[in-house]
């Protein structure tokens, strides 16, 4: 974890030079904006990890006598199947619509993502995926 945090701490300090040099010469306040908002970004993600990394222990990517079987194990739990997604989906699609036709169309589009995130916060609740 440590590499990582290094790896987007030096990322960000590249993106801010070009957002300087690209602000100074071509004077166009879309990208310049744009370039420094992925600065933030970066720095966001590079000091989220260095500092992640000093309250974990060594992982096997941060030895570099390690090999790639030494990080193997349970990387999570996934859902099988599950439907939420899909249906989120359709809504976000109906509601980004809704910004470029009409804003009447955001009438269809909430009561689907508000179902897609209650179904799948609640999933494992109820029927067959139910806990005992």
């Known amino acids: 974890m440590k590499i990582q945090g290094r790896m987007f701490i030096w990322l960000s300090v590249f993106i801010l030079a070009v957002a300087i040099l690209y602000g100074v010469w071509s004077k166009e306040p879309a990208g310049t904006t744009a370039l420094f908002l992925a600065f933030g970004l970066s ?34 739990f996934f859902s099988p199947h599950s439907w939420q997604p899909l249906l989120l989906a359709a809504g976000g699609a109906l509601a980004f619509l809704a910004v470029a036709m009409g804003w009447w169309i955001m009438y269809f589009s909430a009561p689907l993502i508000l179902v897609g995130i209650f179904g799948w916060v609640f999933e494992y609740y109820r029927g067959e995926n139910q806990n005992q």
């Open 43 to 76: 720095i966001m993600i590079g000091y989220y990890l260095a500092f992640t990394a000093r309250r974990v222990d060594a992982m096997a990517q941060d030895d570099k006598e390690a090999d790639v079987a030494d990080e193997a194990g349970e990387v999570g």
